[in-house]
């Protein structure tokens, strides 16, 4: 299992900030239980530092990038994550298109894989980050009002697909790798979202959607719907 480059630093600052809370809790447990006879503290040293290497080792769990293979089809758009399907029905996308779409999202817990793959292949023609608020991924409007980028994928033969990478509550930064007029590689990394979130999908209207809500996907590798045209 390889790492993503977006924990380099987030990894050792963890580590330290929890190794310092661990020592810190040490001592103040001590100190509190100073008047216990015979007290002792061996248990309390292993229970703070159990925990602090825990929660290190979910940190590091985070930034985990699975090791998948690669799938491509120019007829089917795979799931741009990993997480469970939220929404799936007909909205207005007015930011790139301006068309009648269906919308396919999914949402991310924090114990997914955070890594976003590109669900189509083309060239990408359209880039903007949002800045905006920080509710709760699965809100109706968390699409329009949180922090968000928006990314449209020309297809050789399908039109233009477009998604966006949604802030959550807990998310704080979305990293987007896309990049206007270069190439989109279905199924390779397009960016990564920090810590709890969504990713929404606006499809044509003819395409055939293969997911139904609650149901859970895999990032690459399920495919939400196959294009007709």
Not at 22 to 28: C, D, N, Q, T
Not at 123 to 133: D, I, P, S, V
Request: glycine share 10%.
């Amino acid at each position: 299992m390889k790492i993503s480059k977006e924990g380099n630093a987030i990894i050792p600052v963890a580590f330290a900030v929890l190794g310092g809370l661990a020592v810190g809790f040490v001592f103040l447990t001590r100190w509190l239980l100073r008047d216990v006879p015979q007290w002792d503290g061996w248990w309390i040293v292993a229970f703070w530092c159990g925990a602090a290497l825990v929660t290190w080792c979910f940190v590091i769990a985070f930034f985990r990038i699975p090791d998948r293979p690669l799938l491509t089809d120019n007829e089917i758009v795979f799931s741009p994550c990993d997480g469970t399907v939220v929404v799936a029905e007909d909205v207005i996308e007015n930011e790139v298109t301006g068309e009648k779409r269906i919308q396919v999202s999914v949402f991310m817990s924090v114990t997914n894989v955070h890594q976003n793959w590109f669900p189509v292949g083309g060239r990408t023609t359209y880039f903007k980050h949002h800045h905006g608020r920080f509710m709760v991924a699965w809100h109706p409007k968390s699409s329009d009002d949180n922090e968000h980028t928006t990314t449209a994928v020309e297809t050789s033969a399908h039109g233009v697909v477009v998604f966006r990478q949604v802030a959550g509550m807990v998310a704080r930064r979305i990293v987007s790798y896309a990049r206007v007029g270069e190439k989109a590689v279905q199924n390779t990394p397009c960016g990564f979202i920090k810590f709890g979130s969504r990713v929404d999908l606006y499809l044509p209207l003819d395409a055939e959607v293969l997911v139904g809500l609650g149901e859970k996907v895999r990032g690459g590798q399920t495919p939400l719907a196959r294009l007709k045209g």
